[in-house]
């Protein structure tokens, strides 16, 4: 069982910069595919961006190029560095984990197949 923490979620105007932590409690930087996902009021939850255990990411188009996913190893911590932010990034942000399988790269997983997941934090963007 992994249990994940979400934490950094809050209120900014739009261009301003967030930046989400999840930490884990157990290490799962070898052995666990992670990723972000979000869900808005009324829409279904949607992936943000994945990582694998050796550090390949994955990031929907709508945040490709304003926001990163890294991972620290020796904290056992995801993080989630948001820039650019737009009315639209607003939503419930969560963190969630899988099992790594070697005949499934991490960047081909689906929002189905994580079954670890944080409680949510929640990210508000104003005009």
């Known amino acids: 069982q992994v249990q994940l923490v979400e934490s950094g979620g809050g209120s900014v105007q739009a261009g301003g910069s967030l930046r989400l932590s999840c930490v884990a409690s157990?290490?799962?930087?070898?052995?666990?595919?992670m990723g972000w996902f979000r869900q808005a009021p009324g829409k279904e939850r949607e992936r943000v961006a994945s990582?694998?255990?050796?550090?390949?990411?994955r990031y929907a188009d709508s945040v490709k190029g304003r926001f990163t996913t890294t991972r620290d190893n020796a904290k056992n911590t995801l993080y989630l560095q948001m820039n650019s932010l737009k009315p639209d990034d607003t939503a419930i942000y969560y963190c969630?984990?899988?099992?790594?399988?070697?005949?499934?790269?991490?960047?081909?997983?689906?929002?189905?197949?994580?079954?670890?997941w944080g409680q949510g934090t929640q990210v508000t963007v104003s005009s």
């Open positions: 157990r290490d799962a930087s070898s052995s666990y595919c």
């Open positions: 969630a984990a899988v099992r790594a399988s070697g005949s499934r790269p991490c960047v081909s997983r689906s929002l189905s197949d994580f079954n670890y």
């Open positions: 990582i694998s255990s050796y550090g390949s990411t």
